[in-house]
């Protein structure tokens, strides 16, 4: 069956660079001395640390329990011991440190008991929903978010169409079509029991047309089932989450809104394959594939790595020439961000290690002003209009930037690449979105600091009025009773001198 | 003539009822000005403008009696956004108000501290916890950095110390764009 696909607005076509890094099968990256496991792996709260430096851990066991709803926990990727805990830089494009968990691998990489979970059929959604927050997993796809939220509709809400997203658009990075070649079983294994956990009616694998091996194989693994295969056009951003439901179902989702507003969710096919090693084998999320390419890596190709691997493990297992490095960026050329060093782990969302010569990077052209020639806007995926937000942005006109819809910017970059003026547009909008939370959070803090400051001098003012109140009872007391205490003195003075007299009468009626 | 004074006069009476009816029916509490001018303040409580409060200075300014300029915590962006509200042309912040720093928060040293209350006394926003020759300490989340418990301590155990920058808190530089990357390579 031939499905009809849609187009999105813009996009560009780029080099895809692709080819490097799929000569190889993936293989297991080797086992590092040390794991590096940042509490903050996803979107949302932070994890927060269950065991204690000195700590003995099994591979999978939870080291790090979700805090809150919006959160996932983090488990060993190896047996070893829990040798610090503290801050250490984490790959973010701040290039700050964050609490992170650091293990000292024994190298016997000796498994906690596991529990399958059987037949999935046989458990309701909730029950896999909570297996699977368990298990740690969190969106591969980049982003991050905690996957058993996506997997819960939500009263009411019916979905229409389950999409598992393999097009993997940007350039250099292979991981999810070398997923899909290897594992292809266990991606569609997967992807039964997310249908089974949201009812959906249908389900569409969608991939680039970049990669017959991959569309093979998952057509191979989906024979027999009512799941469609389907190959989209390769233009970038077509991976986007709310770019691929256009293109497959002809809907736009909303702005400010999600997929499951017009009845799609999309899943990655990483997500589905951990999902099943989850459900089928208790596993937790502990590893990913991840590609390790660029210009200055001289055998470029994909590894099965350990979350909190140092990304400089990886780049040695490659080959890699720190004398010609020019950038080392986590993600790809167009959305990733620049390493701070190679002593950062890698994370969930990891998919990619993109180590750049200056050959390959492209060279660095003067700034120049805007000409307006709206070409921005023709490649824009999002139909934003990216120069009037790069005017307010400049222009640091925080209000107006948001009227021009800045925060449904997916942030592709599509806009600074074809800009002939080489505008670093993205930048602008990150910056804006920054700052706008900034802002926000100041507000939120002054306004708590006013309540406080108005309870204090409330208090100040009720504490005064009781005090008053004490005095002038007091004051009361003392003017209106006195007569009271000095009579019940006088009564007991006189009793006591009765009972004296009583006692001497009998003593000398006694004699 | 005479028809058409009765008629004016009528007119103007029911008016004047309506609009009397309304000045007491629709009231607005407190001052609306001095309302808004105080959700633009940083709310620090610090003093530093020579009132002893934001409130205070949002009133002061309402009446006209103290300038927009003296709110270093606010900053330049502070001078800009009340200055919008109030129809007038921004000014540099006075010097005699003091100077803008980087947010600070206070420390209790732990160690030093004798109990003596007098740092909670002195806290505008309640966010100092202790009692009575017990150890005091502050609670960070809600310290404006505002310093007005550092001078009362008598054995100087109260240090401001700069925010640390963590990754939930960071923002983006403004693109330099004589030095400027765009996101692919």
Same mark, same amino acid.
Request: glycine letters at 8%; proline letters at 8%.
């Given at each position: 069956?031939?499905?009809?696909?849609?187009?999105?607005?813009?996009?560009?076509?780029?080099?895809?660079?692709?080819?490097?890094?799929?000569?190889?099968?993936?293989?297991?990256?080797?086992?590092?001395?040390?794991?590096?496991?940042?509490?903050?792996?996803?979107?949302?709260?932070?994890?927060?640390?269950?065991?204690?430096?000195?700590?003995?851990?099994?591979?999978?066991?939870?080291?790090?329990?979700?805090?809150?709803?919006?959160?996932?926990?983090?488990?060993?990727?190896?047996?070893?011991?829990?040798?610090?805990?503290?801050?250490?830089?984490?790959?973010?494009?701040?290039?700050?440190?964050?609490?992170?968990?650091?293990?000292?691998?024994?190298?016997?990489?000796?498994?906690?008991?596991?529990?399958?979970?059987?037949?999935?059929?046989?458990?309701?959604?909730?029950?896999?929903?909570?297996?699977?927050?368990?298990?740690?997993?969190?969106?591969?796809?980049?982003?991050?978010?905690?996957?058993?939220?996506?997997?819960?509709?939500?009263?009411?809400?019916?979905?229409?169409?389950?999409?598992?997203?393999?097009?993997?658009?940007?350039?250099?990075?292979?991981?999810?079509?070398?997923?899909?070649?290897?594992?292809?079983?266990?991606?569609?294994?997967?992807?039964?029991?997310?249908?089974?956990?949201?009812?959906?009616?249908?389900?569409?694998?969608?991939?680039?047309?970049?990669?017959?091996?991959?569309?093979?194989?998952?057509?191979?693994?989906?024979?027999?089932?009512?799941?469609?295969?389907?190959?989209?056009?390769?233009?970038?951003?077509?991976?986007?989450?709310?770019?691929?439901?256009?293109?497959?179902?002809?809907?736009?989702?909303?702005?400010?809104?999600?997929?499951?507003?017009?009845?799609?969710?999309?899943?990655?096919?990483?997500?589905?394959?951990?999902?099943?090693?989850?459900?089928?084998?208790?596993?937790?999320?502990?590893?990913?594939?991840?590609?390790?390419?660029?210009?200055?890596?001289?055998?470029?190709?994909?590894?099965?790595?350990?979350?909190?691997?140092?990304?400089?493990?990886?780049?040695?297992?490659?080959?890699?020439?720190?004398?010609?490095?020019?950038?080392?960026?986590?993600?790809?050329?167009?959305?990733?961000?620049?390493?701070?060093?190679?002593?950062?782990?890698?994370? *969930?969302? @990891?998919?990619?290690?993109?180590?750049? !010569? #200056? /050959?390959?990077?492209? $060279?660095?052209?003067?700034?120049?002003?805007? %000409?307006?020639?709206?070409?921005?806007?023709?490649?824009?995926?999002?139909?934003?209009?990216?120069?009037?937000?790069?005017?307010?942005?400049?222009?640091?006109?925080?209000?107006?930037?948001?009227?021009?819809?800045?925060?449904?910017?997916?942030?592709?970059?599509?806009?600074?690449?074809?800009?002939?003026?080489?505008?670093?547009?993205?930048?602008?909008?990150?910056?804006?979105?920054?700052?706008?939370?900034?802002?926000?959070?100041?507000?939120?803090?002054?306004?708590?600091?006013?309540?406080?400051?108005?309870?204090?001098?409330?208090?100040?003012?009720?504490?005064?009025?009781?005090?008053?109140? *004490?005095? @002038?009872?007091?004051?009361?007391?003392? !003017? #209106? /009773?006195?007569?009271? $205490?000095?009579?019940?003195?006088?009564?007991? %003075?006189?009793?006591?001198?009765?009972?004296?007299?009583?006692?001497?009468?009998?003593?000398?009626?006694?004699? | 003539?005479?028809?058409?004074?009765?008629?004016?006069?009528?007119?103007?009476?029911?008016?004047?009822?309506?609009?009397?009816?309304?000045?007491?029916?629709?009231?607005?509490?407190?001052?609306?000005?001095?309302?808004?001018?105080?959700?633009?303040?940083?709310?620090?409580?610090?003093?530093?403008?020579?009132?002893?409060?934001?409130?205070?200075?949002?009133?002061?300014?309402?009446?006209?009696?103290?300038?927009?300029?003296?709110?270093?915590?606010?900053?330049?962006?502070?001078?800009?956004?009340?200055?919008?509200?109030?129809?007038?042309?921004?000014?540099?912040?006075?010097?005699?108000?003091?100077?803008?720093?980087?947010?600070?928060?206070?420390?209790?040293?732990?160690?030093?501290?004798?109990?003596?209350?007098?740092?909670?006394?002195?806290?505008?926003?309640?966010?100092?916890?202790?009692?009575?020759?017990?150890?005091?300490?502050?609670?960070?989340?809600?310290?404006?950095?505002?310093?007005?418990?550092?001078?009362?301590?008598?054995?100087?155990?109260?240090?401001?110390?700069?925010?640390?920058?963590?990754?939930?808190?960071?923002?983006?530089?403004?693109?330099?764009?004589?030095?400027?990357?765009?996101?692919?390579?």
């Amino acid at each position: 069956m031939i499905r009809r696909l849609w187009k999105f607005n813009g996009g560009v076509h780029l080099p895809a660079h692709k080819e490097e890094s799929t000569h190889h099968p993936a293989r297991r990256a080797p086992l590092p001395k040390r794991l590096i496991l940042p509490l903050h792996q996803h979107i949302g709260e932070s994890a927060e640390a269950i065991v204690k430096v000195g700590d003995r851990v099994l591979k999978g066991q939870m080291i790090a329990h979700a805090k809150g709803f919006v959160s996932a926990p983090v488990h060993a990727p190896s047996s070893g011991v829990v040798v610090e805990i503290g801050d250490f830089p984490v790959p973010h494009p701040s290039g700050l440190s964050a609490p992170c968990i650091v293990i000292e691998t024994d190298g016997a990489d000796l498994w906690a008991p596991l529990q399958s979970h059987g037949d999935f059929t046989q458990l309701d959604p909730s029950a896999l929903r909570n297996i699977i927050r368990e298990a740690g997993i969190v969106g591969l796809g980049g982003a991050g978010f905690p996957s058993f939220i996506k997997l819960n509709p939500g009263p009411g809400k019916v979905v229409n169409t389950l999409i598992l997203n393999g097009v993997e658009c940007e350039p250099y990075i292979t991981c999810d079509d070398m997923l899909m070649r290897e594992r292809a079983p266990d991606i569609i294994a997967g992807l039964r029991i997310i249908r089974h956990a949201l009812r959906a009616r249908e389900c569409v694998v969608a991939l680039e047309d970049n990669k017959p091996d991959a569309y093979a194989a998952m057509c191979a693994a989906a024979v027999g089932t009512d799941i469609q295969v389907v190959q989209v056009p390769t233009i970038y951003p077509a991976g986007g989450e709310k770019q691929l439901v256009k293109v497959l179902t002809g809907m736009e989702v909303p702005s400010n809104g999600l997929p499951i507003h017009i009845g799609v969710v999309c899943q990655n096919v990483g997500t589905a394959a951990a999902v099943y090693r989850a459900v089928e084998y208790g596993e937790p999320l502990i590893s990913r594939y991840m590609t390790i390419t660029g210009g200055n890596i001289s055998q470029p190709r994909n590894l099965e790595v350990l979350i909190g691997t140092p990304v400089k493990n990886l780049l040695d297992e490659c080959g890699w020439n720190p004398g010609t490095l020019e950038r080392l960026l986590m993600g790809g050329p167009m959305m990733g961000f620049a390493l701070p060093g190679d002593s950062v782990p890698v994370i *969930k969302t @990891t998919n990619c290690i993109l180590a750049m !010569t #200056a /050959a390959d990077s492209q $060279p660095q052209r003067p700034v120049m002003p805007c %000409i307006r020639c709206g070409a921005c806007a023709d490649a824009c995926p999002v139909n934003l209009l990216p120069q009037q937000l790069y005017w307010h942005a400049h222009a640091k006109d925080l209000d107006k930037v948001q009227e021009y819809n800045l925060f449904d910017c997916i942030e592709c970059g599509c806009c600074s690449y074809v800009c002939p003026s080489n505008i670093p547009l993205v930048h602008y909008y990150r910056y804006a979105k920054t700052e706008i939370w900034a802002r926000e959070r100041e507000k939120q803090k002054a306004e708590a600091a006013r309540l406080r400051y108005e309870f204090r001098l409330q208090r100040i003012e009720r504490e005064k009025a009781e005090r008053a109140a *004490k005095h @002038t009872q007091k004051m009361e007391e003392l !003017t #209106a /009773a006195p007569a009271d $205490p000095s009579d019940t003195k006088k009564a007991a %003075i006189v009793a006591a001198m009765e009972r004296a007299q009583a006692k001497r009468e009998e003593m000398k009626g006694g004699e | 003539m005479l028809a058409a004074i009765v008629a004016l006069g009528a007119l103007a009476a029911a008016f004047g009822l309506i609009l009397g009816y309304a000045a007491i029916r629709f009231k607005v509490e407190g001052d609306p000005l001095a309302e808004k001018i105080n959700a633009i303040l940083p709310q620090t409580q610090c003093g530093q403008c020579g009132y002893p409060g934001c409130r205070p200075y949002a009133e002061a300014i309402a009446k006209g009696e103290a300038d927009i300029n003296q709110c270093p915590p606010g900053g330049e962006a502070g001078v800009v956004k009340l200055a919008d509200l109030l129809g007038r042309d921004p000014k540099p912040l006075t010097a005699e108000h003091g100077q803008v720093k980087p947010k600070m928060v206070a420390v209790i040293d732990e160690s030093i501290c004798i109990g003596c209350t007098l740092c909670i006394q002195a806290c505008p926003v309640d966010a100092i916890l202790g009692a009575a020759k017990q150890m005091h300490t502050i609670i960070a989340k809600e310290c404006t950095g505002c310093e007005l418990c550092v001078a009362p301590c008598p054995v100087n155990c109260i240090e401001m110390v700069p925010l640390q920058p963590s990754i939930a808190q960071w923002t983006w530089i403004f693109p330099d764009e004589q030095s400027a990357k765009g996101a692919h390579g």
